[in-house]
């Protein structure tokens, strides 16, 4: 009888993870060209993960982290001596779709499921950046990978690295001595072309809620 009791509750598929992350983010852009983790702040997000195949699934989040940046850090000199700092928290809402390169979930074997898996996300986001120097909000494209382990039937865990490309060159435009890190070469640039990004490195953990079909085989 446990033995059974065990296989239904590996079997059981779910429909939503709920759960938390915690990590770091930094800043790209025109005071970090190329450095990656140059000054690092602590971030976090709530997220709710919906489960469409094992393959598959539909991420909503909700983060805030810090970024910042500081022009005398760069081994050249902007034009008119401008090398202005700044740091500014962000907030973060997005919607992704993650694609798993195996099957991701506990009990079918013969199915060939996987309690681990790489996987590849992307879609779309709304960044808000609030004073000190104006408000930005602006979308982003958050495109990244990961890998999730499920530790137990209904337990996950997993580490994320996501780019967010923003399609604003304002982010950086902060410093109380100026605002020089807006467009600073004064060269326009159309679409993704000399935009800020930042960068999330995220561990989560996630619960798995809401059976497909509870009351199957009862």
Not at 62 to 72: N, R
Not at 89 to 103: H, K, M, P, R
Not at 136 to 159: D, E, F, H, Q, S
Request: contains cysteine; proline residues 4%.
């Amino acid at each position: 009888m446990f033995f059974i009791g065990g296989v239904r509750a590996q079997d059981e598929v779910y429909t939503w993870e709920w759960g938390l992350a915690l990590g770091c983010d930094f800043y790209m852009g025109d005071a970090n060209v190329s450095r990656l983790y140059k000054n690092t702040h602590l971030a976090g997000a709530l997220m709710a993960r919906y489960l469409i195949n094992p393959h598959m699934a539909v991420k909503g989040s909700l983060g805030v982290g810090k970024i910042s940046g500081d022009g005398q850090d760069l081994d050249y000199v902007f034009p008119q001596g401008t090398q202005t700092a700044f740091k500014r928290t962000v907030y973060d809402l997005s919607a992704q779709f993650e694609y798993n390169f195996w099957e991701y979930r506990i009990g079918q074997t013969f199915r060939n499921e996987k309690r681990w898996t790489p996987y590849i996300t992307g879609g779309l986001g709304l960044t808000y950046a609030p004073k000190p120097l104006r408000n930005v909000v602006t979308v982003n494209i958050p495109l990244g990978l990961g890998v999730k382990y499920k530790i137990a039937p209904r337990m996950n865990v997993g580490l994320e690295w996501t780019v967010h490309f923003s399609l604003s060159d304002c982010l950086d435009v902060t410093s109380e001595m100026g605002n020089g890190l807006d467009n600073p070469f004064q060269i326009s640039g159309k679409g993704m072309k000399n935009k800020d990004s930042y960068v999330m490195t995220m561990l989560f953990l996630t619960y798995d809620i809401f059976p497909k079909c509870k009351n199957c085989n009862n």
